[in-house]
């Protein structure tokens, strides 16, 4: 199913380059003109003149005319978009049927095509609105019933094309936005200075440097530990002499003291036995 809707698309394609190669863009758009009054110049005459039912199949024939050259021609030669719709499948809703085309994206309209194809859509799609309104008002159900139609595929033509116009530039701006956003990372990347790289003599003087760096930190680390441990060593003897100290101090004290309890209880017996020879 993909491959005949690539086939039917390229198709269109190929014939709409066709039509582009035998009529210039300024032909195409006369053209088209013409040929969106034409239903409405014969339906006025015909009025006028001659008035008829088989004036009015002759305008819807003609009117059926415009809308297929509108969409398979005009639409894709002047602004670049065209609809077409795929074989239905099981399953498949009313928008999955429709196909969405337009130019890539070197392709821009011209403002003059763009405007004039537009205005004479909306415009001729707004008397096809009128004229069924007015068949329907004057309770002609035959002219209403052949007109109605033919303003609701008008409507259906101008919805799609406006709708695929949205699409072309919903993508245009995402293209030129990535496009944007490539070129400032580009010069970003250009504007930062890449380092250079180091030769191999050089890279190796820096590691034997840092090795030395380090194995100099490790050695103040180790002096530093048996400077404190031996400090903490000093610091305990010190401790263990006064302790040694203290404790001689002590004793002396103690030894001091029975020596003088000694001599005074000596000079006491002395005293006694004086006073008894004297007696």
Sequence with gaps: MENQL??????????????????????????????????????????????????????????????????????????????????????????????????????????????????ILAGTTAVYVVISIFHLVRLEFGLFLLTSPLAAIELLNAALLMRCARKYMRQAEESFRAVMINSVHAEFQDAVPVPEEEPAAAQNDSLSKSENKTNEAQAKENKADNDGKGVNNGDGNSTEAGKEASNDQKLDGESGSGDKETEEGLTDENNENNEYEEI
């Design 6 to 119: 690539d086939d039917q698309d390229r198709l269109i394609i190929n014939e709409t380059d066709t039509f582009r190669q035998n009529f210039p863009a300024k032909s195409s758009l006369i053209t088209f003109i013409l040929i969106k009054l034409l239903p409405f110049t014969w339906l006025y005459f015909s009025l006028m003149f001659f008035p008829s039912s088989f004036c009015h199949l002759v305008f819807v024939f003609l009117a059926i005319v415009d809308l297929w050259l509108c969409r398979r021609r005009f639409s894709y030669a002047l602004v670049g978009l065209t609809w077409s719709l795929k074989y239905p499948e099981s399953g498949d809703k009313f928008e999955d049927l429709i196909v969405l085309s337009f130019e890539p994206d070197p392709f821009v309209p011209s403002p003059v095509n763009s405007n004039v194809f537009w205005a």
